[in-house]
């Protein structure tokens, strides 16, 4: 069975293993951390706090003034299960066979590299997906999937987390770096920032890719902007950096910006496509750092006592290995109930900024 199949491995030796992975690598556990639900739905809260309601100036002996509890609206929906799977087959357990022979430090290394990736390459799998997910929830206020960037049999699916159409922007002129003498990142961030204000909300924090950081700083409105905070403000064709446009914003009570630039790869059928699953050019605006959260639930494959497959658990994800005897075939997958999910749609806002209009 399995056992014989990766020399007597048990499920501590997984478990020690899989116990040094990281999401480091991720951005969804910071911006949508895990949160646990123990049924199979997901909801996303929308609160109208808004700025504190002022209490009222009353007369001795007399009754508080009763003022209305904020409405909290729910969207919600099922957790879908993600997963993915590596297979080893005879002859590639062949190769692996001889390796074992070696003696030699480098080839003992390969060999547990080989060993072990398939675990590694699933476990990444299934946070990469989490990972589009919630940048693509970040970035367009939505997710949808279909068979060009999900090869799995749910194929079309769309879930909009109802971001305000008021709330989403285009520039003023096109932020892009062919337009540096001519755009206006500043008074764009401005204008958003007074949109928030009027509905009583603080921005504190924008979310956008290299690319549309690179235009931003590349822009002549900026330079002015930023030169009083520089100390060598006269040389105003020094390259500015993020920190410096960053020290000035908060100098003005503006939000700071926050880059986000992940990479991950699709696979449709044998293809592989590297993407950036933030949309380019669109710049988050939000109150809080944190964007809402990545629920998870539990598996049913978790109550499945009277299974010989090795299993380990490590927090939203199971990773299984097991063994199919004909054709000789070492099976190892790794599988999720988990969905990341917009909080307060209403209090973030969008902004296209290489058009003038919302197009995304």
């Not at 309601?53 to 904020?70: F, L, N, T």
């Not at 799995?152 to 520039?171: C, M, Q, R, W, Y």
């Not at 020094?238 to 992940?262: D, F, M, W, Y």
Request: net charge neutral.
């Amino acid at each position: 069975m399995i056992k014989s199949l990766i020399d007597k491995l048990s499920e501590k030796d997984i478990e020690a293993i899989v116990n040094v992975y990281t999401l480091s690598e991720f951005y969804f556990p910071t911006l949508f951390p895990l949160k646990f639900t123990p049924t199979l739905k997901w909801e996303s809260l929308e609160a109208d706090f808004g700025a504190p309601v002022a209490g009222d100036v009353v007369s001795w002996d007399s009754r508080a003034p009763r003022k209305r509890r904020e409405i909290v609206s729910k969207l919600n929906g099922d957790i879908p299960k993600i997963s993915i799977a590596r297979e080893k087959t005879e002859s590639q357990m062949n190769y692996y066979n001889n390796l074992k022979r070696y003696t030699d430090s480098a080839a003992k290394t390969e060999i547990l590299n080989w060993i072990w990736e398939d675990q590694k390459f699933c476990f990444d799998g299934v946070n990469a997906r989490l990972e589009w997910l919630a940048l693509r929830a970040a970035s367009t206020g939505k997710v949808v999937l279909t068979n060009a960037n999900n090869d799995g049999i749910v194929t079309e699916s769309n879930v909009d987390f109802l971001i305000p159409t008021a709330n989403k922007k285009g520039a003023t002129v096109a932020i892009t770096m062919d337009n540096a003498a001519t755009s206006k990142p500043i008074k764009d961030i401005r204008a958003v920032v007074k949109l928030a204000k009027d509905a009583g909300k603080k921005l504190n924090y924008i979310f956008t890719d290299q690319e549309t950081i690179d235009a931003i700083l590349a822009s002549a409105e900026t330079v002015s902007f930023v030169a009083p905070y520089i100390v060598q403000a006269l040389n105003l064709n020094a390259t500015l950096s993020l920190a410096q446009l960053n020290t000035a914003l908060k100098a003005q009570g503006l939000p700071v910006i926050g880059l986000v630039e992940s990479f991950i790869q699709i696979e449709i059928k044998g293809v592989r496509t590297p993407v950036n699953p933030w949309e380019s050019g669109v710049m988050l605006f939000s109150e809080m750092p944190v964007l809402g959260n990545t629920a998870y639930s539990r598996l049913a494959d978790e109550d499945v006592e009277s299974s010989v497959a090795l299993k380990y658990k490590r927090d939203h994800v199971l990773i299984k290995r097991y063994a199919v005897e004909e054709p000789l075939t070492e099976v190892c997958l790794a599988m999720a109930n988990a969905f990341p999910v917009l909080n307060g749609a209403k209090s973030k806002w969008l902004l296209d900024a290489t058009h003038t209009t919302w197009t995304r």
